[in-house]
């Protein structure tokens, strides 16, 4: 069956044409946009997708050699203030008015990018994977602009053809318009889109369709060299100040207009955000997301082959204790039925932590199957790289690791039905039983209905050095209910009734945990949410472990455990200065003890400029000797000032009393041309008692994107 008769929105189809004449991207509306189709009459999507948009949006599009243009008139009712946290990049869409485009250029409905902006001109921008997750940390070298007059506010942007990834002699892409109106409460679009899908869906996009197949992008390659200095130094350890100065080059070649070759020499990532801390009461590796620019972009076909505790590839682990060295990555499309992707990393000898030079090598190859589903391969290998004289054990304990690993991906032509099914092997020295993976998942979404159905096996020996994957030695069954409820309520938009289950067997499938979730959500009209929740608890511990994390003491391994616990949360409504929401927990813990967990968040915006939040949690733990009474507070303080769009300054606190730490991080951003910047970035950690420093960092680093 050909694509084009699989896809939902056929008729919503918009007729680009070249320009005219010169388009200024100011959001003056040139005269050159006159002779340009308009695309109107949006479909509201939430709080209901039964009706049309009361909210009325315009858009426009056209083209030149160089760039793909649009403008979109979002109308307002006069004297209506606009909401926007404020002029940051790439900002939180439920609390912004806002404006996307989604664009499909292979016309797969699996992958895309997004572009848009918020009422007072921040940008966004990311890719868009497995048919619609919109992923905000890839960045490029685009323009726009917002003007605001007294019953709309008009975006206009010029993208150039250098900057996306498409298919030469297509000439007819998937294409969406999306607005949020935070005000009024509405979400709309201009194909329409069912309300438990993402507008970013590209099962639901319309078409765009070309006057002439799209202009070749030409020779295509950027060169970002950049320069960093700074220093840092230990206090606790009571070393010297370590002065550093580095020069790195980062580089972009589009070997086709659908693949790309990125290469990196001597990288750093000093101007990315150190992590959110938490209180950590898992028995388990805590997970958190990968942020350097250079993993991310087509980083869907490595990152997300299996599931969130099964990932045989986490590229937060290259690099993690020595430095990057150099990289390549071959990603992108070969044809409209298969995507290939190619990694090769090398890291340096850290003889200071006994770590071998490692080379890291990743390939995926992706065929698309039926309507939008797909195969994938997948293999991730890691090699420490010896010497003759290196003859210290230590470095080589664990030569090499692999993974192998095929997936089958599943998505209905109209969403309904997704789901995957797993299968990996590991390779490693001396082990070869066990270390095989097993999973597999099912779902189906409708109006009323959320059913889901998810499985799984890890061996007990299944390696992953390049993965996470924090728990072995299990299967895992887990079904999932959802009803929604719709009624005729000015004040409610729907609720609904989750029923959860998660049971673990050990590899003899007996059972040795499982938690019962029960939950009622009511979600207003005023886009306000709120959850209450029931749950019972049973763990047969497989490995001591310490209920608080601390080394207060240890519950032996096999000693079981029950409990049950109650909890709300609230979110309130987006569309004022002052947000706020909470959450709570109260109930039973491990060996008949008792957890309280209440956390809160707070904002308030100074707009467009300002935006200032803290969130705090608390839990207290009761339990017997050794544990006794515990308590863990987490506070954040966070202030974001962005003095125009490529201006931006970040600061914030976080007082973690369980890592016994205080964390500074501030961090100023001048994105002086589009996609080349300026930061300087201070870091400062501290014992909370007594007030001393345990390290500080200050680093400036200048980036240059040159397109050749």
Not at 661 to 683: C, E, G, H, M
Request: proline fraction near 4%; charged fraction near 20%.
């Amino acid at each position: 069956m050909p694509v084009m008769a699989q896809r939902k929105n056929t008729s919503y189809q918009y007729y680009i044409k070249k320009a005219t004449g010169q388009i200024q991207i100011d959001g003056s509306l040139d005269l050159a946009w006159n002779d340009c189709q308009t695309a109107s009459d949006f479909h509201m999507v939430l709080p209901m997708d039964t009706s049309k948009a009361k909210v009325r949006t315009e858009v426009k599009m056209a083209y030149d050699a160089q760039n793909l243009y649009i403008v979109t008139i979002n109308y307002i009712e006069k004297g209506q203030q606009y909401m926007v946290e404020s002029l940051k990049r790439d900002f939180n869409f439920g609390k912004n008015d806002n404006f996307l485009l989604f664009m499909d250029p292979f016309n797969d409905q699996t992958n895309g990018f997004t572009f848009g902006s918020n009422a007072a001109g921040a940008q966004w921008d990311g890719l868009l994977v497995d048919g619609g997750k919109a992923d905000l940390n890839w960045d490029n070298k685009w323009t726009s602009a917002v003007k605001s007059y007294e019953d709309k506010w008009v975006w206009e942007a010029a993208i150039p053809f250098k900057t996306i990834r498409y298919k030469n002699g297509i000439t007819t892409w998937g294409i969406q318009f999306s607005r949020l109106d935070i005000t009024k409460a509405e979400k709309s679009s201009w194909a329409p889109v069912p309300r438990q899908f993402p507008t970013a869906s590209l099962a639901y996009t319309g078409q765009l369709i070309w006057d002439q197949p799209p202009p070749e992008a030409g020779t295509n390659i950027s060169v970002i060299p950049f320069v960093l200095a700074g220093g840092s130094k230990n206090f606790e350890a009571g070393t010297k100040t370590d002065f550093r100065n580095k020069v790195g080059i980062d580089a972009k070649v589009a070997v086709t207009s659908s693949l790309n070759l990125d290469l990196t020499l001597n990288p750093d990532f000093s101007q990315v955000e150190v992590d959110r801390q938490v209180t950590n009461l898992d028995r388990f590796e805590l997970f958190f997301p990968e942020r350097r620019q250079f993993f991310i972009e087509n980083g869907d076909q490595f990152n997300n082959f299996g599931y969130s505790t099964i990932r045989p590839f986490f590229s937060r682990r290259i690099g993690l204790n020595a430095p990057i060295q150099f990289g390549a990555r071959l990603s992108g499309k070969l044809n409209k039925d298969w995507r290939l992707g190619f990694m090769n990393m090398q890291t340096e000898r850290d003889q200071t932590k006994l770590t071998a030079s490692q080379n890291y090598t990743v390939f995926a190859l992706q065929r698309k199957v039926f309507a939008r589903s797909n195969i994938s391969f997948l293999f991730v290998n890691r090699d420490q790289i010896l010497k003759p004289d290196e003859k210290d054990p230590s470095y080589f304990t664990n030569p090499f690791n692999r993974n192998i690993g095929l997936e089958y991906n599943l998505a209905s032509s109209n969403n309904h039905w997704t789901g995957k099914a797993t299968f990996l092997k590991s390779f490693s020295k001396n082990i070869s039983k066990e270390d095989w993976v097993h999973a597999a998942n099912i779902q189906y979404s409708s109006k009323y209905w959320l059913i889901t159905w998810q499985q799984e096996y890890v061996g007990r020996q299944f390696m992953a050095d390049v993965g996470y994957v924090p728990r072995k030695d299990y299967f895992r069954l887990s079904p999932g209910i959802t009803r929604f409820f719709f009624v005729k309520n000015p004040k409610i938009a729907s609720h609904s009734i989750k029923l959860e289950s998660f049971n673990f067997f050990n590899s003899q499938f007996s059972f040795t945990e499982n938690t019962t979730y029960l939950a009622y959500n009511l979600a207003l009209r005023d886009q306000s949410v709120f959850t209450q929740w029931v749950s019972n608890d049973y763990v047969e511990l497989l490995q001591d472990f310490d209920p608080t994390n601390i080394k207060k003491g240890n519950l032996p391994k096999g000693s079981k455990h029950q409990w049950n616990a109650i909890g709300t949360q609230y979110v309130s409504k987006p569309q004022q200065l002052l947000t706020y929401g909470f959450s709570t927990r109260f109930g039973g813990y491990y060996q008949n003890g008792n957890r309280t967990f209440l956390s809160a968040d707070l904002g308030y915006r100074f707009q467009p400029y300002v935006s200032a939040a803290i969130s705090a949690s608390y839990n207290h733990i009761s339990m017997i000797a050794p544990w006794n009474k515990t308590t863990f507070w987490l506070v954040g303080p966070r202030i974001d000032v962005t003095f125009t769009n490529t201006l931006f300054f970040t600061t914030f606190l976080q007082y973690n009393n369980q890592q016994k730490n205080i964390n500074v991080n501030t961090r100023f951003q001048w994105r002086y041309k589009p996609a080349s910047d300026l930061f300087i970035v201070y870091t400062d950690n501290y014992f909370p008692a007594p007030f001393n420093v345990k390290n500080r960092a200050l680093v400036l680093k200048f980036n240059y994107w040159w397109n050749l």
